[in-house]
């Protein structure tokens, strides 16, 4: 790490050697995406090269992050690229790394800090929230914290309580932090390049069920310097009868509940968060008034989540254009089961939305009833 500190200033002057180099190396290199798809992982792992290219300060840390290539293989290549003054292997110590990392947002470097799993963040949480996240507000701005914590969040595949839990909404209450939610690859990459590039700290949460999706990805999306701007929602699905709020995995469930929605006429409008702080409650709530009605969906906990903020922006702001109550769907208020039977009855599932939507459109037989009595 020293040894990178006194070569930074020579390196600034090779910037666009390396940034042409790296662009001529994702280029060539071996993935598992087609020219018009790209996987998640791939679109993470291309992501961090062109930053890294673009930016000298840019460096990775974390367990198994080089020699292994990542635990995900997010981080794959590199080591090889990059060395080992920029992508660090450390010991499995989460405090430890997250802290040295926040010492070197301090001094002006970008430090990326993969976790291997978010439920190992709160090993970090002190490092997060009282070093990072509050350093600007407490020097009056003074002090920028140019970090990114990332790394799988949520549910994944019998992996038990200890590694399933949805952070979202954790470190979406705390001021201080952005916090990111990817999707899709075209997500992936535009996102992860504005965390990098973003002189706060970032909490980039993404989902180890999507790493091996591909998405259709358009040149726009490969150009080097294509950035996602943070705090934006995406309107995936347009429609006019129910809006329907999603983030991560669970946007795939939401766009699958629209196509089985519509073959009963309800024409549903799905909007992929992508960013839980700042909450684009403007794109919401111009949905919401629209289709007069809202299901949120989410992996965390029912209590105190995601939706619930959703939910009491959209009272706030809109509740005049509610023609039903809001449907909140989340993960069971339960501790993450093991067996797979109960796994699945603990994460929101495609039928679960589905049903949302119709009580909310009054299309269910028990609200259907309900309504002709009124």
Avoid at 24 to 38: D, F, G, V
Wanted: hydrophobic share 40%; proline share 5%.
């Amino acid at each position: 790490m020293l040894g990178f500190l006194t070569r930074k200033a020579a390196c600034q002057g090779n910037r666009a050697l390396g940034l042409e180099q790296g662009l001529r190396a994702i280029a060539s290199r071996a993935l598992s995406s087609s020219a018009k798809e790209m996987t998640v992982r791939d679109a993470l792992n291309s992501a961090l090269d062109e930053e890294m290219s673009a930016d000298p300060k840019v460096f990775v840390m974390g367990e198994e992050v080089g020699e292994y290539q990542g635990a995900y293989k997010i981080s794959k290549g590199l080591l090889e690229k990059y060395g080992p003054e920029r992508v660090l292997d450390t010991p499995i110590t989460e405090a430890g790394f997250a802290g040295i990392g926040v010492g070197a947002a301090y001094y002006g470097l970008r430090p990326v800090i993969e976790f291997m799993t978010f439920n190992f963040s709160m090993q970090a949480i002190d490092h997060i929230i009282n070093s990072a996240a509050k350093s600007n507000y407490m020097s009056s701005g003074q002090i920028s914290v140019p970090i990114v914590f990332r790394g799988p969040n949520g549910a994944a595949a019998g992996v038990g309580a200890q590694h399933s839990q949805c952070y979202a909404a954790w470190f979406g209450s705390c001021p201080g932090l952005k916090v990111l939610t990817p999707y899709s690859s075209e997500d992936a990459r535009g996102l992860l390049k504005a965390a990098i590039r973003d002189p706060d700290p970032v909490v980039f949460l993404e989902n180890e069920l999507l790493y091996g999706e591909s998405f259709p990805v358009s040149a726009e999306v490969l150009d080097s310097s294509f950035c996602l701007p943070i705090g934006k929602a995406k309107i995936e699905r347009e429609g006019k009868d129910v809006t329907i709020t999603a983030f991560s995995k669970m946007v795939g469930y939401a766009l699958q509940a629209a196509e089985i929605l519509a073959k009963d006429g309800i024409s549903a409008e799905v909007i992929n968060l992508r960013s839980i702080r700042p909450l684009d409650r403007t794109t919401i709530n111009a949905s919401v008034r629209k289709t007069n009605r809202l299901v949120t969906v989410e992996e965390g906990f029912p209590q105190h989540g995601v939706g619930a903020e959703i939910c009491a922006s959209v009272l706030e702001d809109s509740f005049e254009y509610l023609d039903a109550a809001v449907e909140r769907i989340s993960g069971a208020d339960v501790p993450m089961p093991y067996a797979a039977n109960l796994e699945r009855m603990a994460v929101p599932q495609v039928e679960d939305i589905v049903r949302a939507a119709k009580r909310a459109c009054y299309r269910s037989a028990a609200t259907a009833s309900l309504a002709a009595t009124a």
